[in-house]
Structure formats: C-alpha cells, structure tokens
C-alpha cells in the first residue's frame, strides 16, 4: 500500500515538473515574440548611389529596446530609393543612409548639400600611384609660374586646397575597396569657390593629389615653395616679428652752464656757454 502512494507521489510529482517545463517554454517564447520588431536590412552589399530594389533588401526580427533611430519595417517603403553611402549585409537600412526620396541612381545622389563634383585628369604620379580612392581625402597642389617675378625666378608650387573628398575614381564609386587603381580621373567633391579655384589651377600649371590622413583637420598656409628655395640658392622669408613698441615718457635733463673769465688788459668779463 505504502509502495503505490509513494510512486504515485513520483508520478504527479513528475507530470507536474514536466508541465511547469511546458508552461515555462510558452511564456519565454511569447516574452520573445513580443520583444521584437521587424526591421528591414540590406540582402547582399550595396555600393553608394545605387538604387534600391526588391531583390536588395530582406526583413529580420530585431529586438524592440535596440531598433536603430530611421529603420523600416516596410519593404515597401524602400523602392527606389538611393543609398548615399555603403551599406553591408545584414546593415539596417536607416533614412540617413538614404538620399532624399525622388533622388535618382548615381553619383549625384551622394554629392553634400551645397557641393559640387568635379573631375580632374591624374597619371599614376598625379593620383598617388592609384591609392586615392573613394572616401579618402586629399589636398591639392599646382605647379605653376608666378609672372610676377623675373623669367628665370618664376617656377612655384604650391598647395591651393587642402582636405578635399575623392568621390570616385575612374568611373568607380566603391568606398570600401582598398586596392590601388590605375585611373585617367579622380573626382572630388568641392565648394563652388573651391570649383573654381581647381578650374583655374588646371588651366594655369599642372595638379598634383597629395594623400592625407583621413582624421587630420589641421590647415596647413605654406608659403608655396620655388626652385631657388628647393635648390637652397634662397633663403624663405620668414614672418616678421611682432614688436610692441612702449613709448616711456622721460624727466627733461637740467641745463649745466660753463662760464669762463676773459681779461682783456684792465677789462675783465665772464663768458657762459
């Protein structure tokens, strides 16, 4: 007797182990289903300026506390649009990755507010051995001949701007490549005053691209170096010093008279200086 009620304990002491396994399951997976959003991502790798379609795009669950701030949960919502950078696999699609809406495919859908794209002729001398790519900044020089001087004296080079955006190279617009290309043409993303300096400065000497650091903002005003400065033959002119000139008011020296006695026979006279 004793030995049926104890396994009888056994078993309903199991099934109810079983059934608050059961139960425990159910509610973590309801806590889960209610814990996410869907969230639209990119399907495979897109490039910027490349227009979005079906086929690009692909929805995941996303945990509901860590959606980022422009996701989309609409496919939908996505035809057409622009990517105005790289976007990887898995990425979220955000609105700031985006173009305007009504933007078309191509390179002006990545060109900021207020700029321009212009494009420049490089050799691989020109174009950094090819290591200017897209996303990378540069500054600018011009070799060129300064009339003000004498004929033999004129040769100059200088640098006329400085931190200016690759936006492509050749008629490549991949950011994330970091192999060198040979190109015939870089284009650069400029202000419509920096536009026209460059015009100008292809017309007037020869360019040449300088690479630079991608986090470097310092400006650097140099002075523009000529073949006299180069060869040691002149000396660079050097700032002038700043002097503060102090103006100390002074105490007006005391007059000192010499007098001297002048006798002439019996006459006698004094004499002051």
């Known amino acids: 007797m004793r030995s ?31 814990a996410t959003n869907k969230v639209v991502v990119a399907a495979l790798d897109l490039d910027l300026g490349q227009q979005i379609t079906s086929e690009h795009v692909r929805i995941v669950d996303w945990p509901s506390g860590s959606i980022p701030e422009g996701a989309y949960s609409d496919p939908a919502e996505l035809q057409e649009r622009v990517t105005r950078i790289s976007v990887l696999r898995d990425e979220p699609l955000l609105e700031s990755k985006l173009a305007p809406k ?11 507010e207020g700029k321009r794209a212009i494009t420049v002729r490089v050799n691989d001398v020109i174009g950094v051995a090819g290591f200017a790519l897209p996303g990378n900044y540069v500054d600018v020089i011009v070799s060129t001949k300064d009339e003000s001087r004498s004929r033999d004296r004129q040769d100059i080079s200088k640098i006329v701007l400085e931190k200016i955006l690759v936006l492509a190279v050749g008629e490549e617009s991949t950011r994330d490549d970091t192999k060198p ?9 400029v202000t419509p005053e920096q536009a ?28 523009g170096i000529t073949k006299e400065l180069l060869l040691g033959m002149e000396q660079p002119v050097q700032p002038a010093p700043l002097v503060k000139v102090v103006h100390v008011a002074r105490r007006a020296a005391p007059i000192r008279k010499e007098c001297v006695e002048v006798f002439n026979g019996r006459s006698r006279s004094e004499q002051c200086f």
């Open 102 to 112: 009504g933007t078309r495919g191509g390179l002006s859908a990545v060109i900021s």
């Open 181 to 189: 290309k040979a190109v015939k043409a870089v284009t650069l993303e």
């Open 196 to 223: 026209e300096a460059l015009d100008l400065a292809r017309n007037v000497g020869q360019l040449a691209l300088v690479l630079r650091n991608q986090v470097d903002t310092t400006p650097v005003a140099t002075q």
């Open 4 to 34: 049926t009620r104890t396994f009888t304990m056994i078993a309903v002491s199991m099934l109810a182990g079983v059934m608050a396994i059961i139960f425990a399951a159910r509610w973590l997976n309801q806590q889960t289903a209610m």
